[in-house]
Structures are given as structure tokens and as C-alpha cells.
């Protein structure tokens, strides 16, 4: 300041203020006196502070007020003249700095009311400038006044002010901010500031902040609210405000003072609270807005984007997220999302050109597109940000292409329509013409009828946008056709040359860093180099992080940018464009190939070759790759042929050569155009430069090269450089000019790019050798594919180049090298590298000379191969099962030849890949006697390993060891198959697991001869292995088999195979694949089986036997289940196999009697094993040591019990199943349906007594009620009519089948078991007795089988003649079998009648209910025997029954038994069957002999023990006896049987019974002669009854007479009258009591009425009815007297 502070300038001022003051004091001499007087006392204030002050400045500013004062007051005069007088004597104030803060205060006064005058306001806004920027001295109130001041002045209606306002506005906001970093800058120096940003950062006080800082911050908060539309907390007096003022002065603030919101919590407090979700909110309308659906979406219109809002707040959000990103992560993410949204098709096109601008301004930052990436895309639950912009950049190009934009419908109109006509001229358009006179092509994308211009917008690498700098603009601009386009463009561009450029920069750091170090490290001691590595270790920290980034960043854009780069290289029609899109695609395609991303790299290659072939040019390499599949399907252009340029991608493209594709049969012509040549030219560049790191891509590039050196037909010359000029063959090659000058270019690069690759290392080198490799079988096929072709010079040239090669590699192992080859194994496989590539060729006589060439070198230097055999064996173990049987038969030739003479000679390594390549052998289906040839060659090899084995384990051990500390040194996990075993166990494990294939071959013939050798090995070699091996040899080999046995098994085909080939007859049991299948699987399950048998003292200490016998049982389950006889009953006989595991060593391992072993044990032992093994060879625990243990006395195995019994009762549960499963009906018949043979259901039923000693401690009731279920629904099965001569016996033979003896047999078992077992076990009686009831019902019921029709045994017919027919199904015979049933009920129910349980569960009630079926059908049964044996099986069990319940009378137990008893004997005594006709009367004699034994048993065992026995059921005795004794005739007899056929012998028995019990003398207790009054008033009812009838009945017939059989009734009933009262009267009379005289004298009417009738047989039997009533006939008083007596 020292201009203002110098002598003169201090006198020049107090003049100046002297002559202001006078010119004031002279305007306001007439108006204004009292302004005039302030002036002069002001005149002498000034003098007199220059005269008494040195500081004449600082004293100035301390009577600034003072000083002032008058001109305030004249200000205050409101004159024009004056006011602009007093505000330039101000501002001179101001500008010297001797204004104080209370003056300055005035003056904002003053100049407020002038504003609210609307005076001088220019003038205002300059002073208030001034007074702001000159100096520090406003603050807070006076502060904020000012600033609204100029606020308010610039909402006024002129436009000059509002302008100078607004620019006074933008600079006072600046300045406030200003004053805040200068003093920052003051007190940095005083004081270090505390750390940024504390715990608490939402604190909202202002307290600690500083003067200035104070300030701008409530500046920028009220910015924040007035932009909210909310009040200001600060700007007091604010009138109105607009939103785009707000958001410029945020973004001026935001942008140029960033340094303040970073150091400053309060202020980035500000950030995060107030501007993001300002932001966020005023972006509202834009994203809910879509473009033509704000009508019909929502009743509420939706509010429309406004143009001048939404690009500045896009601004703010470019702003923020530059300088504020690492404050604002969330926030940024919800921008940035914001942004992609704004790129969608349905927004306004304005929208889409600005937010492209915006996405451009990030694009150019590649640090922050990184940190994007570290921020979002690297987190678990984010979103993948940065993925997101570029997929929606690419997405925003293609929606370009494929929706015309809006913006000029003409053009796009015009355009397309002149590439429909197919015409290759610019659209005619105005802005098109050329400068150079004639019409150029304007720089375009076109694609399907869309043409799309590029602009020129931005030099590359900095984003300057148009539309978010247009300001002044209200109405969204119109965008021109081909800006947002070009926009994207140049997005994609400088994101790839950012990104690229900033990885390759690192990544050239981190090379640098660490190459001196590992030099030094190769160089120095062992010492010296564990310090670098220490030192390097924090390095390789940060350039793994490093890594991470970059590759994820590649992985997050690669899809996106490679889909719209393919897309725009498609639609391009600009040279430079095409460079600019190839040269992208070229850096990304090095980029990924030097950060090893081999799917990224591929993928960008592959787009460059497509883009150098003629469209849809075939060429497989390009189809197959990965990348092809992943971003080129959606962008392909359909329908191009390729024998004429179709007009859509490639109209605009001048086509400047044609020529023959490459093909196995050229057809037609291809061409070529600009572009494909330029496509060329970036390839040959990229082979180039960056042939280092293309890998495995070294495949596409050459074979796309190949098929262009050979569309444009350039010729090999002499000196091997490719020159141009194509020989006769090609015809149709047609070059342009335009071509001709490039093509001696594109062949000089092509001939020396096999020059450059001296260059690269050994890895990339490889990778070239075998592209070539691959590349040359591929030119082969085209050679070999087509006889046309074979005179072709090139087909010729391919067979010398497979003689050169074999000649090559025999030369060189036959050379005789310094230090010889099998020391120089690198050397050695490089020689036998191409030999092996050959493999990969199809054609046969290049195979044969390739396997000619291995027998040659097998034959001369087989013994020195040494590190070369994984080579020569994969030569022999490449061939495949296509190729023709001549190649297959040389190569297995080498292979015997290898098996006989070289497996002693090569290393002990290579021996997996022998089993490898024999097993192979085996698969293949060209030659049956090769496949087994070669099992039998696994054979061989197995014994090799069994007598060398020691040797080969000792190798491998130490190879193993010498491998394992390989992998540690690289940090690698060693890995092969079978790990954790040893090597060696490792080489029997492989044997096994390539026999197990074979078992699953398709021929059967393989599969018998692979499962016996399989079987064979791991029974004779199995000793060699570790016990822990066991383990593999039963999960890995033995239940994968089985598995995929299983498998195979249930799928295979039904159908017939009609011969095996050639005269062969196929045996009717196998003629299915089904059937063959079903052979292996028994095969299989029974070698496993064996294995578990004989080897468990091997497998039960395997911590997971349990399990393993569990996945066998399941195996067992599912063979016993499948729909095969043949497989089901094998499953059982293994499956009894495993059980009865008496003691686990089988026959073959014991002798009777250990002497009889002539191998002298110790001298075996000896011979085999050396001193110095870790392990003896054949372990100490083999044959010797094992027959001691077993010859002794111990038992053989000792196991936990606990875990034994576990396993019998899984085996018990699988039993349940394949129990349950097997014998449950189906639900639907037909001819189909499987139904479970007889023999298997025997054998399954046979399994249980055994299994059952084993798990009866064990065995509770809910198990005895699945076996019954099995039982049950075994029996129930029927057998098929063909088979059951077999099964059954003939009808009349009453014998058992196998099945139903086993079934009883397992009863039987249980039933013993019961006896001697414990109490709880007893409990099992009852359903023991439900199971045989059950059985016994079946000589009444047969069981149905499901829905199952069976005939009846009698009339299935099983003739001869009906063999084929389909088999109908036969009910068993089962009366037989009931029968044994019952006996077996009764025998068991003598035994148990008292026990407790039978008892409680009324097992006699259930006998005699079930019993009651048979005897109640009676000559209804199927059999006579039954009901006979049923009678007396009721009589024996009622003789044994009722005494036990008699006995528990008074506990309620038996009390259902009585009535089920009672009707018993009612339904047999009394039966609704009908006697067959042909019953003779003998017959008939004895079965009523049977009827009156049951009489005899209720007189002898129930009614003399009536008090014990319930009332009612006595009374139904009664009424039984009385039906007995009087209707017991048949109804059906013809009148001549009748006198036989009336029981007469029962009718007496009953009558004879019923009055036995009426008038027993010893009445003992009133109970009993309740009985016989009971007896006696029955008894005379029904003779009423029976009485009445007849009267009625004899009156109605009139002269016929009745029936014959009432006429018996009646006379049965008059004799038994007779009898009646001749036995009243014997009995003594007090057992008699009135009732019955009554009842007797009461039938004396009756009889009275008979008279009457007219048979005569009745009235002589009436007579003798009345006779003894006389002695009833006294006088009447007597009675009375005797009554009253």
C-alpha cells in the first residue's frame, strides 16, 4: 500500500477532502444549512488532525466517523448533484483505508437507504465494491447488509443494473471467501492447526471459527438455503432470489476456493448436509421425467426438467466430485448413478448432450475414474460405479444409432434414404460440401440406415463442453445431429488413453522397482538375499493392492467399451475415426495382455481380426473364442452376404481388393475394403510391438493374418519374405491401385514380424511355435479335406512340412549333443515338443507318420529317453477313438512295446501316465480284442508294480519330496490326483480308478473282464497298500463305481438287441442292454461285497466304516430294488453275504491248520524287504503275522460293540426298506408292472432270523409291527401263471411254499426269542398273535396285492400252448398256509394263555373273533378242512381261555370277550350256509356230531359257572338253547330227507340242557336260579308263541294243509310242553317259583284253541300236552288259601 501511504499521496488526500467538503458546504448552502455547517466544522476537524498528528492516516481513521459524517448527511439530501458528490468523497475515503468499522457501518446505512430510493445505483454498487475489497473492516451485520444490498439491486427492472449488480455480487462473494484463505495463511504461521476433521464432524457451532471464516461460512449456508427456497439465516432483507444465480455462485464458491471445504469440518459439514441433498433433491423432476409417457403415468403432472437448473446443477455435481470426492464417497456414488440415468434413451435429447459433457469432464481424470473404482466397484455392496458409466456410454451409442435422434428429422430422413438406393454418395446436405470444390465425404458413423456426422469438438484429453457453459440460456438449446455422438466418442477415447496411460505409467514404477532388487538378489549370497526380500516385501504389498485395481478396473470397462468400440469401428466411415477406434482397441487388447487378463485380451483381438476379414467371412478361430461370444452377439450386423457389399455398414467404404476366401472349398469371392486394410495394418502392429504378451492369442492374430495373405495373394519367395503376385490358381483376385501402394508395406511387416520374434522370452515364444503348430494343422485339413485340392502346390507343401518335422526330430535325438540329451532335458523336450503338437492334426497319414516316428525312437533310443517319456506316451495316448483302426493298432503297438521292454527303464513319474494311456486303449470302441488286449496289459503293469514295488516307492518317495519342496519355494499347493496318500499308493489308487471306468464301458464284454480284473487286483495286491489308503480305495473307486453302475443300470435301453454282430446268437437272458447292464451290476455289487467281507479287519478301524457300510447297504437297497430279477436277488445274496460275517477271514487267507503253510514266512518277508525302509514292504500285519492271530484262541475282532451294533441295525433299516419298498403294490397295473419274484422274497425273508440274533436286544415293538407289515404284504404277493408250476404245489396237496415257510419261520424265531427273553420283551405276544391271525384269515379272505386282478389258482391257466402269452398273475394257495397258522396260534396260545400282556391285549377275544369268519361261512369256505380245524381250535383254546377268565371276572378284561363268544357260537351253531347237495347223510351225521360237542362245552365249561359270567350273556346262551331245542330244522329239505336232516340229536342235546339248568336241585345262590327262571320263561314264551302262529295259520289255509315243517314245529313244541310239566312237577316245589305256574297255566287257552285242527299227528300230541293240566283243576278258595299261605 505504500502509494497510499507516501507523503505526497497523504497530502494529495487531505486536499482532495478539503476541496469535497467545500464543494458540499457551497450545493447546500440555500437547501440544506445544516449539511452546510457539518462541511465546515468538518473543514477545520481535517485541518486540525493534520496539524497535531504524524500518523496522519491512522489518526484519519479514528475519527473516520467524525470525517464522514458530512457527507452521509448530504447523501441524505436525496439531491442528485450532492448524493454523486459525497459517494465519490467516500470512495476516496475508502480507497486510503481510513474508514473504521463504526464509520463503515453509517455508510452501509446510508447507502441502504439510497437503495430503497433507488438513487445512484451504479454508484451504490461501486462503493459498496470498493468499501468490501479495499479493506477488512466489515464484518458480520454490516457485512451481510451490503451483500443483500447488491442483491436487491440486482432484481431491479433495469437491465444494466442488474448485470453490474451481478457481477458486484459474483466479487463480493469472492472476496469474503478470499478473506478467509488470507487469514488462514496469518495464523498457519502462528499456530499449527489441529487435525482436519474430528470425531464428531456433524457439530453444527460456528464459535470456533475465526472473523472471516465466520462469515463466509453463514455466506454459504444462506446460499444454500435461498437456492432451497428457504428463508436466510444471515442475509437479512433478501426480497427475492432466482435458483440459477444461487447455483452459480455455489459452484464459483465450490470450484475456486476447494481448499476451504477440505480444511475446515464446518465447512465440509456444510457439503455433506446442505449441498448434496439440495442437489439431489433439485434433480428430482429429471429423474422421474420420460419423455411422451407425463400423461398417461400419473395423475399428477410431472414436473418438466428445466434447462438452465438441471445443467448447473450438473455443474455443481462435475465440481463436487473433481475437488470433493474423497469427502463425498456416497454422495459421489448417487451422482454418478444419476448421471448414467440422465443417458437413458427416454430423456430429452438436451439432457443426454449435457450429462454426456459431464461424463466427459470425469472421463479425462483418470485418478479419479481409479479411485472410482476403488471406492464402488472394488466394494462388496456397492454399486459397480464405474462399470456402469462405460456400460452406459456403450448403451447411449447404440440407443444413438438405433432411435434417430429428434434434433434434425431431415437429415436423418435423407440419409437413409440414399443408403436404401444403395448409392455410395454423401447425403445431399449443406454442411457437407468439401472445401476443396468437389463433394466430400463428411467424417460419419453409419449404420443400418442411420447416418450419424462426428463433430470436431475438443482436442483430445480435455473435455470442453458447449451446452454446460451456455449460461445465458433459458430454453434448452437444440442439439446439433451428431454432437452427442461425438461427445461419447471422444469419451471412450480418452478413457481408454487415460486409463491405459496411467496403468502402463505404474506399472512401469513397479518394473523399475523391483528389477534391481532381484538382480542384486540373484547375485548376493543366501544372506544378503533374505534382507532385499524383506525390504521388497512392503513394495509388493502396495503392487499387489496396485494390481487388484487395474485389474478390476479392465474388468469393470472391458465388456462395455469393447461392444460400443466393435459397434462404432462397424458403423465408421472416417479413416481417422477408424484409427482413433483401432488404436483404442489395440492399447486395451496390450493392456490386458501385459496384466495377464486373457479373456479381455482375446476378446479386443478378436474384434480387430474380424474387423480385417470381409463380413461374416467363416473362420472358426474367430467363433470359438470366448470373447466373440460375449460382446459381439448383440452388435452384429444380420443378412450381409458375402458375395455383394450389402448397403448397410460398409456403404460408405470403398472396396479396394477382391479375391478368393480361404476354404476347404472356395466358393465365390470376398472383399476387401479401406477399412479391413487398416484393421490388417493395426494387427501386424499389435504383433509388433506387443508380441510379448499375447499368449495364447498368438492363434487368432496369425490365422486371421493367414487368411488376408491369402485374399490378397502374396506368395512366398525365395528368400522367405511374402511378396505380392498371385500364381494361376487364383483367377478372381482383382487388386485397386488404392491397395497396390499399401500392400508392399503390410508384406515388408509381415515378413519381419517372425524377425522380431527374437525378442521375446521363452514363454511368449512358446506360445507363437504353437499357434503355428496349430495354425499349419489347420492349413492341413484344407489340404487333406477335399481331393480337388490334393494337386494344390499348398496340400504338397504340408506333407513335406509333417517329413521335414519327423525327419527334424529324429535327426536331432539321433545327434550326438556335448553333454548328451538326457542330461539336457530342456533341450530334449524341445525337441520333442512338435512331435507332440502333431498330436492335434486330424489327418491320418500325418498321424501315422508322427506314431511311425515314436516306434522309430522307441526303437533306437528307448532306454535314454529318460525325461522325454510324458511326451512320447502323450503321442500314443492322444489317438482317438474316431480315427481309423490301422492308427489305432500302431499306436497300441508302441504301447506294448512300452508295457514289455521300457517300464524298468523309464521314471517311476511316468508310470501313472502308462496306466493313462493303457486305460485309454481300453475305452476305445474301433477294435474289441485291442480293448481287452489292454486290460490285460493293466494286468501285467499291476504285477510289475507288485514285484518291483519297493524300488518304485522308494523313487517316488523321493521325487515326492523333491516336488514338495518345488511348491513350497513357489508358494504353490502341490497338487495331483489322490493327494494326501502316498506316491506310490497314489499309482494303485490311478489303476484302479482307470479299471473302475472300464467297468462302466459300454460293451459288455470290456465291462465282465475290467470288473474280474478290478476285483482280482485289489484282492491279491490290496495288502501293498497304507492302511489310510483303504480309505480312497472304497469312497473313490469302489462306491464311484458302483455308483455310476447304478446309474447306468436304471437308464439303460429296453430294447432287443436282435444278434451280437455278426452269427453271433444272443442268449434270451441278455438280449437288452438292460439285461447286459443287470450282469455288471451284480458283478460289481458282489466284488464289493467280497472286499467288505474279507477285508474287514482292514476297513473297520477306517474312522468312517460306519459310513461306508452305510453307503453300501443303501447300494445293496437300491440293487434289491430295481425292476430286475435277476440284479434284486443277487443284492440279497450279497447282502446275506455281509451279514453273516462270522469272522473276517475268508477261506483264501486261512489255512485249516496254520502248519499247512509251506511258504517259510520269514524268508518271504526277507527277500522282499531291504533294512533301510521307512516301511517293511509287505507289512509285518500280512499272511504271516495274520495267521497267528487267527490260529489262536481270541476272538478275531474285537470292536466297540456299540458301534457293531450300529451297523446291524443299519443293515436291519436297509432291510426294512428293501422289505417295504419291494413288497408294496403298485398303484397301477399292466403288462408291465414288475412284480417281485418268489425266489427273492424267500431269500429276503430268510435274512431276517439271522439278522435278527443280532439286533433282538435291541428289538422294540414299533420294529415287530414293520416286520409284520412285510410279512404280510411278502405273503401277498402273487406269482405269475408261467411260473407256478414251478412254485406251487398241485391244488389238492395242501403243502407250503418256500416263502410261507420262511415267513412262519421268522415267527417262529421271534416267538422264541420272546419266551426266554426279558418281561419287556413279553409284551410282544399280542402282535404276534395279530400277525398269525391274520395269516389264518387268509384261508377265507385271500390278500389282495393293490388292485391287482389274480385268478384263483384253479382256473389260471398255465398250458403249454399259452408260453408267450403275457403272464396273468395266480393267487397262492393259502389255505395251507392259514392253517399252519391256527395250529401254530393255538400250540402258542396254550404256552402264553396266562401271561400278563395276553391278557391285557385280549388275545382271546381276537382268536375267537377271528375265527368266528370261518365258522360262520361253515360250508361256505374254500376248504372243508378249515372250518373243522377251526371248531376245534376254538374248543382247545375256549378250554384253556375260560378257566383265565373266569379267573380275572372282576377285573373287566374279558368283558367284550363274551358277546364276541356269543355270536360265535350263534353264526356256527345256527349257520346261514347251506349244506351241499351232495353231503351224504354220514357226513351229515358227523358234522352234527361236531354241532353237539359245542353243546356239551357250554353245559360242561359255562353254564355250571354261571355267577362268574355276565347276566346278558347267559341270557343268550338261554335263548341259543331254546332256538336248539324246538326250530332247529333246516328249512330247505325236501319232505323225504326231513326226519333225517332235523338235528334231532342237537335239538335234544339243547333241550336236555336247557331244562338240566332250569331245575338243578342244588340251587346254591340266587344267581343260579335266576338262571333257570330265566331258562323257563324263555322256554314258555316261545311255546306261545309258536302256538299262536300255528292257530292263526290254520285258520287262514282253510282245507289246505300247512307246510310240513311247521306241522314238526308245532308238534315239537306240544311234546316239549308235556315234558315240561312232567318236570315241574318232580322238582321240589320251592324251586318253583308262582311266575311259572302262571306262565304255564297261561297256555292252557292256547291249547284249548288247537283243538280245532285238522292234523291229526298234532292233535295226538295235543292230546298228550293237556292230559297233566287236570292236576291244576282245583277250587278256587283253596287256591286262595294256598296262595295266602
Not at 848 to 877: A, F, N, R, T, Y
Request: hydrophobic share 40%; glycine share 4%; with cysteine.
Amino acid at each position: 500500500m505504500s502509494s497510499t501511504n507516501s507523503p505526497e499521496a497523504v497530502k494529495k488526500l487531505l486536499e482532495n477532502m478539503q476541496s469535497d467538503l467545500r464543494a458540499l458546504s457551497l450545493e447546500c448552502k440555500k437547501k440544506f444549512p445544516p449539511v452546510k455547517e457539518a462541511a465546515e466544522s468538518g473543514i477545520i476537524k481535517v485541518k486540525t488532525i493534520a496539524a497535531r498528528n504524524t500518523e496522519i492516516l491512522a489518526a484519519l481513521k479514528e475519527n473516520s466517523s467524525e470525517v464522514v459524517q458530512p457527507f452521509l448527511m448530504g447523501c441524505g439530501t436525496k439531491e442528485p448533484k450532492i448524493t454523486q458528490l459525497c459517494l465519490a468523497a467516500i470512495q476516496r475515503l475508502m480507497s486510503h483505508e481510513v474508514v473504521s468499522e463504526t464509520a463503515a457501518g453509517n455508510i452501509i446505512n446510508m447507502l441502504w437507504q439510497l437503495m430503497e430510493n433507488s438513487l445512484e445505483e451504479l454508484k451504490l454498487l461501486q462503493t459498496v465494491l470498493v468499501l468490501l475489497t479495499t479493506n477488512t473492516v466489515v464484518h458480520d451485520e454490516a457485512l451481510s447488509k451490503a451483500i443483500v444490498l447488491c442483491f436487491r439491486l440486482h432484481f431491479t427492472k433495469d437491465n444494466i443494473t442488474n448485470n453490474t449488480a451481478a457481477a458486484t455480487v459474483r466479487q463480493v462473494v469472492t472476496v469474503v471467501f478470499e478473506r478467509m484463505v488470507a487469514e488462514d495463511e496469518q495464523h498457519r504461521d502462528i499456530i499449527e492447526q489441529p487435525a482436519l476433521v474430528q470425531a464428531n464432524s456433524n457439530r453444527r457451532s460456528v464459535s470456533t471459527l475465526k472473523p472471516c471464516a465466520k462469515d463466509a461460512y453463514m455466506l454459504f449456508q444462506d446460499l444454500c438455503q435461498l437456492v432451497n427456497a428457504d428463508a436466510p439465516y444471515w442475509l437479512v432483507g433478501m426480497t427475492e432470489m432466482t435458483r440459477t444465480f444461487g447455483l452459480e455462485l455455489l459452484e464459483s464458491v465450490l470450484n475456486d476456493f476447494p481448499q476451504v471445504f477440505l480444511q475446515h469440518q464446518e465447512f465440509s459439514f456444510l457439503l455433506k448436509e446442505r449441498v448434496c441433498p439440495l442437489v439431489i433433491k433439485l434433480f428430482s423432476p429429471n429423474i422421474k421425467f420420460r419423455q411422451g409417457s407425463n400423461t398417461s403415468s400419473s395423475p399428477a403432472p410431472v414436473e418438466k426438467p428445466y434447462f438452465p437448473i438441471c445443467m448447473r446443477l450438473l455443474r455443481v455435481v462435475s465440481v463436487l466430485i473433481k475437488q470433493f470426492y474423497s469427502l463425498l464417497v456416497t454422495e459421489c456414488e448417487i451422482f454418478l448413478s444419476l448421471l448414467v440415468k440422465f443417458l437413458d434413451a427416454d430423456k430429452p435429447q438436451w439432457l443426454r448432450a449435457v450429462a454426456v459433457e459431464s461424463i466427459h469432464r470425469l472421463c479425462v481424470q483418470p485418478q479419479l475414474l481409479r479411485s472410482f473404482c476403488q471406492s464402488y466397484d472394488m466394494k462388496q455392496h456397492s454399486t459397480k460405479v464405474f462399470r456402469d458409466i462405460v456400460n452406459a456410454l456403450g448403451s447411449f451409442i447404440q440407443s444413438l444409432f438405433l432411435v434417430p435422434p429428434t434434433g434434425n428429422p431431415a437429415t436423418a430422413n435423407q440419409a437413409g434414404n440414399n443408403n436404401a438406393g444403395g448409392t455410395v454418395s454423401a447425403p445431399a446436405n449443406p454442411g457437407m460440401l468439401g472445401i476443396g470444390g468437389g463433394v466430400t465425404l463428411l467424417p460419419a458413423f453409419e449404420y443400418r440406415g442411420t447416418w450419424i456426422p462426428i463433430l470436431t469438438i475438443t482436442v483430445q484429453g480435455s473435455a470442453k463442453a458447449t451446452y454446460l457453459e451456455m449460461l445465458d440460456k433459458v430454453e434448452p438449446p437444440t442439439i446439433p445431429e451428431g454432437y452427442a455422438m461425438s461427445v461419447a466418442f471422444h469419451c471412450l477415447l480418452d478413457l481408454v488413453r487415460g486409463i491405459t496411460s496411467m496403468i502402463e505409467g505404474e506399472l512401469g514404477e513397479t518394473e523399475t522397482e523391483c528389477q534391481p532388487t532381484s538382480e542384486a538378489a540373484s547375485s548376493t549370497t543366501q544372506s544378503s538375499e533374505q534382507q532385499e526380500l524383506q525390504s521388497t516385501a512392503d513394495e509388493m504389498d502396495k503392487e499387489i493392492v496396485n494390481k487388484a485395481v487395474w485389474e478390476e478396473m479392465v474388468n469393470a470397462c472391458w465388456c462395455g467399451l469393447l461392444a460400443a468400440l466393435s459397434l462404432l469401428l462397424d458403423a465408421s466411415t472416417d479413416e481417422a475415426a477408424t484409427e482413433n477406434i483401432l488404436k483404442a482397441e489395440l492399447t486395451m487388447a496390450a493392456l490386458c495382455g501385459r496384466l495377464g487378463l486373457v479373456t479381455s485380451r482375446d476378446a479386443f483381438i478378436t474384434a480387430i481380426c474380424k474387423g480385417s476379414l470381409p463380413p461374416h467371412y467363416a473362420l472358426t478361430v474367430l467363433n470359438t473364442t470366448t470373447a466373440a461370444t460375449l460382446s459381439n452377439k448383440s452388435y452384429s450386423i444380420q443378412g450381409q452376404s458375402v458375395m455383394m457389399i450389402s448397403p448397410s455398414s460398409e456403404s460408405h467404404q470403398q472396396v479396394v481388393a477382391v479375391g478368393q476366401p480361404l476354404a476347404v472349398q472356395p466358393q465365390g469371392t470376398v472383399m476387401l475394403t479401406s477399412k479391413n486394410i487398416q484393421c490388417m495394418r493395426t494387427l501386424l502392429n499389435l504383433a509388433h510391438c506387443h508380441g510379448a504378451v499375447l499368449g495364447t492369442s498368438w492363434q487368432l492374430v496369425l490365422a486371421t493374418l493367414q487368411h488376408l495373405v491369402w485374399i490378397l495373394g502374396l506368395k512366398p519367395s525365395s528368400g522367405g519374405a511374402l511378396k505380392p503376385g498371385r500364381a494361376v490358381e487364383g483367377p478372381s483376385t482383382v487388386l485397386t491401385t488404392a491397395v497396390m501402394t499399401d500392400l508392399p508395406v503390410i508384406s515388408n511387416i509381415l515378413s519381419r514380424l517372425f524377425e522380431s520374434s527374437q525378442y521375446l522370452d521363452d514363454v511368449s515364444l512358446h506360445h507363437l511355435i504353437n499357434a503355428l503348430c496349430s495354425l499349419s494343422l489347420e492349413a492341413m485339413d484344407m489340404a487333406y479335406g477335399n481331393n480337388k485340392v490334393c494337386q494344390h502346390p499348398n496340400s504338397r507343401m504340408r506333407e513335406w512340412g509333417a517329413e521335414a518335422l519327423t525327419s527334424l526330430i529324429k535327426a536331432g535325438l539321433t545327434f550326438n549333443h556335448d553333454p548328451p540329451l538326457s542330461q539336457n532335458q530342456r533341450l530334449q523336450l524341445l525337441l520333442l515338443n512338435p512331435l507332440k503338437e502333431m498330436s492335434s492334426i486330424n489327418h491320418p497319414d500325418i498321424r501315422l507318420k508322427q506314431l511311425e516316428c515314436v516306434l522309430q525312437i522307441l526303437q533306437s533310443q528307448g532306454d535314454s529317453l529318460g525325461p522325454g517319456w510324458p511326451l512320447v506316451l502323450g503321442v500314443m495316448g492322444a489317438i482317438r477313438n474316431d480315427q481309423g483302426e490301422s492308427l489305432i493298432r500302431t499306436a497300441f503297438q508302441c504301447l506294448q512295446l512300452v508295457v514289455t521292454d521300457f517300464l524298468p527303464t523309464m521314471p517311476c513319474s511316468c508310470l501313472q501316465i502308462v496306466v493313462d494311456v493303457a486305460g485309454s486303449f481300453g475305452l476305445h470302441n474301433q477294435e474289441l480284442n485291442i480293448s481287452l488286449t489292454s486290460i490285460g496289459l493293466l494286468w501285467n503293469i499291476s504285477d510289475y508294480f507288485f514285484q518291483r514295488g519297493e524300488i518304485i516307492e522308494k523313487e517316488l518317495n523321493k521325487e515326492e519330496a523333491a516336488q514338495q519342496k518345488q511348491a513350497e519355494e513357489k508358494g504353490v499347493v502341490l497338487n495331483r490326483p489322490f493327494h494326501p496318500a502316498p506316491p506310490f499308493d497314489c499309482l494303485w489308487l490311478c489303476l484302479y480308478a482307470k479299471l473302475g471306468e472300464l467297468c462302466v464301458d459300454p460293451r459288455p464284454a470290456v465291462r465282465k473282464s475290467a470288473g474280474q480284473t478290478l476285483f482280482s487286483t485289489i484282492g491279491a495286491h490290496g495288502t501293498l497298500l497304507q492302511h489310510s489308503t483303504w480309505h480312497t480305495v472304497i469312497w473313490k473307486v469302489l462306491f464311484h463305481l458302483l455308483d455310476r453302475v447304478r446309474e447306468s443300470s436304471t437308464t439303460a435301453d429296453k430294447e432287443k438287441i436282435e444278434s451280437g454282430g455278426g452269427n453271433i446268437l444272443i442268449h434270451h437272458s441278455r438280449d437288452t442292454a438292460e439285461k447286459q447292464w443287470a450282469e455288471t451290476w451284480v458283478l460289481t455289487l458282489a466284488g464289493v461285497a467280497r472286499i467288505f467281507n474279507t477285508r474287514r479287519y482292514l476297513l473297520q478301524p477306517l474312522g468312517d466304516f460306519s459310513r461306508a457300510w452305510d453307503v453300501l447297504l443303501d447300494h445293496i437297497q437300491s440293487a434289491a430294488l430295481s425292476k430286475n430279477n435277476e440284479v434284486s436277488l443277487a443284492a440279497l445274496k450279497s447282502f446275506q453275504e455281509i451279514l453273516q460275517i462270522v469272522s473276517p477271514v475268508r477261506d483264501s487267507d486261512k489255512p485249516e491248520t496254520p502248519p499247512a503253510v509251506n511258504v517259510p514266512v520269514s524268508v518271504l518277508l526277507g527277500s522282499i524287504s531291504g533294512p533301510g525302509l521307512s516301511r517293511p514292504f509287505v507289512r509285518t500285519d500280512s499272511i504271516g503275522e495274520r495267521l497267528g492271530r487267527y490260529s489262536s484262541s481270541e476272538p478275531p475282532i474285537v470292536t466297540d460293540e456299540l458301534e457293531d451294533l450300529n451297523l446291524w441295525w443299519a443293515a436291519w433299516n436297509t432291510w426294512y426298506r428293501i422289505g417295504s419298498e419291494s413288497t408294496k403294490p403298485p398303484i397301477t397295473f399292466d403288462k408291465l408292472t414288475f412284480i417281485p419274484s418268489q425266489p427273492f422274497l424267500t431269500a429276503l425273508i430268510q435274512i431276517f432270523p439271522a439278522l435278527y440274533q443280532h439286533i433282538k436286544t435291541g428289538f422294540s415293538m414299533d420294529d415287530l409291527q414293520k416286520l409284520g407289515v412285510i410279512l404280510h404284504s411278502a405273503v401277498s404277493v402273487p406269482i405269475s401263471s408261467d411260473a407256478s408250476p414251478f412254485i406251487l404245489p398241485s391244488y389238492t396237496e395242501a403243502v407250503l411254499t418256500s416263502l410261507q415257510e420262511a415267513v412262519l419261520t421268522a415267527l417262529d424265531v421271534l416267538q422264541k426269542a420272546i419266551c426266554i427273553g426279558s418281561e419287556n420283551m413279553q409284551i410282544m405276544y399280542p402282535a404276534i398273535f395279530d400277525q398269525l391271525l391274520a395269516f389264518v384269515e387268509f384261508s377265507c379272505k385271500p390278500p389282495q396285492y393293490g388292485q391287482l386282478e389274480t385268478k384263483h389258482i384253479a382256473n389260471a391257466k398255465y398250458n403249454q400252448i399259452q408260453l408267450f402269452a403275457p403272464a396273468e398273475w395266480v393267487a397262492l394257495n393259502y389255505v395251507p398256509f392259514a392253517e399252519r397258522s391256527l395250529e401254530v396260534v393255538v400250540d402258542l396260545y396254550q404256552k402264553t394263555a396266562c401271561h400278563k400282556a395276553v391278557v391285557n391285549e385280549k388275545v382271546l377275544q381276537n382268536i375267537i373273533k377271528t375265527l368266528r369268519f370261518p365258522l360262520s361261512l361253515k360250508y361256505s369256505c374254500p376248504s372243508e378242512s378249515t372250518w373243522k380245524l377251526a371248531v376245534s381250535s376254538l374248543l382247545k383254546v375256549l378250554s384253556i381261555g375260560l378257566p383265565v377268565a373266569r379267573q380275572h371276572a372282576s377285573s373287566g378284561k374279558f368283558d367284550s370277550m363274551w358277546p364276541e363268544l356269543a355270536n360265535t357260537f350263534e353264526d356256527f351253531l345256527f349257520t346261514k350256509s347251506i349244506p351241499p347237495d351232495n353231503l351224504s347223510i354220514q357226513e351229515f351225521q358227523r358234522n352234527e356230531c361236531i354241532d353237539v360237542e359245542v353243546v356239551q362245552l357250554i353245559s360242561t365249561e359255562i353254564l355250571p359257572y354261571a355267577n362268574f359270567i355276565p347276566k346278558e350273556f347267559v341270557g343268550q346262551i338261554m335263548t341259543m338253547l331254546n332256538k336248539g331245542s324246538i326250530h332247529s330244522q333246516s328249512s330247505s329239505f325236501t319232505e323225504a330227507e326231513i326226519d333225517i336232516r332235523l338235528r334231532e340229536e342237537f335239538s335234544k342235546m339243547c333241550f336236555e340242557t336247557l331244562l338240566q339248568f332250569s331245575f338243578s336241585n342244588k340251587v346254591t345262590t340266587p344267581q343260579e336260579g335266576y338262571i333257570s327262571r330265566m331258562a323257563l320263561s324263555v322256554l314258555l314264551k316261545r311255546s306261545q308263541d309258536v302256538l299262536h302262529r300255528y292257530i292263526e295259520d290254520e285258520r287262514l289255509s282253510g282245507k289246505c294243509p300247512l307246510p310240513r315243517q311247521q306241522v314238526t314245529e308245532i308238534i315239537f313244541v306240544l311234546k316239549a310242553v308235556s315234558t315240561l310239566i312232567d318236570s315241574l312237577k318232580k322238582t321240589q316245589p320251592e324251586n318253583v317259583d308262582e311266575n311259572t305256574w302262571a306262565q304255564v297255566i297261561a297256555l292252557y287257552p292256547t291249547l284249548v284253541e288247537c283243538i280245532t285242527c285238522s292234523s291229526s299227528e298234532v292233535c295226538s300230541a295235543l292230546k298228550e300236552a293237556l292230559v297233566p293240566f287236570k292236576d291244576f283243576m282245583q277250587p278256587p278258595a283253596s287256591k286262595v288259601q294256598n296262595g295266602e299261605s
